[in-house]
């Protein structure tokens, strides 16, 4: 790593840490000296990766882990001030919890609420409670809110709710890096990861999808070449293929087709001889 946010002794913390990409991002970062603070909102499940993390670790007490709800923002402020008392400034935030729950349009209303309070309000929660200490320091530091290509293209199905949701991340992240580049003398930037076709938590590996720790090494490559954007590809999907859907659904819009033309029976042909 080249990126002076993630040199041995700086410290990060990683919601959403208990399996999957944030597991995978704790042991690469612990893996390169970082001091790294795990949440997640089930206790059992975060000890056990903890306990994985620390296995990785080059030196005792690297690792801490503490159960947290990041819809609550008063648990992330209080997490803010655990981790400053044991490890100093935070150089990396990564806001990567979420929830899927099934949920049409037109019902499940506790399943809507419970989405926009994790995979929205718990991103703003994690930036409110970190990003103040974050930018009061002349030190570099990284923000990552974790999106999904779902939040761009929009698939139908039976997560409308969680599709609107990381919709609504890509236009706060995008703001949050607008402000932060705007600070004098602020050395924090943001990114938008955004995963391709991933392997996590207890699904079983399918051929054509990535594992996290593909996508953390893309990350992280990514972060150091300054980019905001963080599309990653997969074994199934191309980034030029990921370019073309982005741009096709753009064009629902700009050229006033009816919504998801994607999926519209009048418009498959069309997109299938789109090219760009």
């Not at 929830?99 to 926009?116: K, S």
């Not at 929205?120 to 030190?139: D, S």
């Not at 039976?158 to 703001?175: L, V």
């Not at 602020?186 to 991933?198: E, F, K």
Request: negative net charge; aromatic residues 6%; glycine residues 8%.
């Amino acid at each position: 790593m080249s990126h002076p946010a993630f040199e041995s002794g700086c410290t990060a913390v990683i919601t959403g840490a208990a399996s999957g990409i944030g597991l995978a991002t704790s042991k690469k970062l612990v893996a390169l000296g970082m001091n790294v603070c795990m949440t997640d909102i089930t206790e059992v499940a975060l000890e056990a990766a903890a306990h994985e993390v620390r296995a990785a670790a080059s030196k005792d007490g690297q690792v801490m882990d503490a159960t947290a709800d990041v819809s609550d923002l008063q648990a992330m402020t209080e997490l803010d001030a655990a981790v400053r008392d044991r490890f100093g400034d935070v150089s990396f935030l990564m806001n990567n919890a979420v929830t899927r729950l099934d949920a049409n349009t037109r019902e499940n209303p506790d399943a809507w609420n419970r989405t926009v309070a994790v995979n929205i309000m718990g991103v703003v929660n994690g930036v409110l409670a970190f990003a103040p200490a974050m930018t009061a320091k002349p030190a570099p530091a990284v923000i990552v809110n974790v999106g999904s290509k779902q939040g761009i293209t929009n698939p139908p199905g039976s997560k409308p709710a969680y599709n609107m949701a990381k919709a609504a991340i890509i236009n706060y992240t995008e703001s949050l890096q607008h402000e932060l580049r705007n600070i004098d003398g602020c050395a924090v930037s943001a990114h938008l990861l955004i995963p391709g076709w991933t392997t996590t938590g207890s699904r079983e590996h399918q051929q054509g999808a990535w594992l996290p720790d593909q996508v953390v090494d893309f990350m992280l490559d990514a972060i150091v070449g300054g980019r905001f954007y963080i599309l990653c590809p997969d074994d199934e999907v191309t980034p030029e293929e990921d370019r073309r859907r982005v741009l096709w659904a753009a064009g629902d819009i700009a050229d006033d087709r009816p919504p998801l033309s994607r999926w519209h029976p009048q418009f498959g042909d069309a997109f299938k001889a789109f090219k760009v």
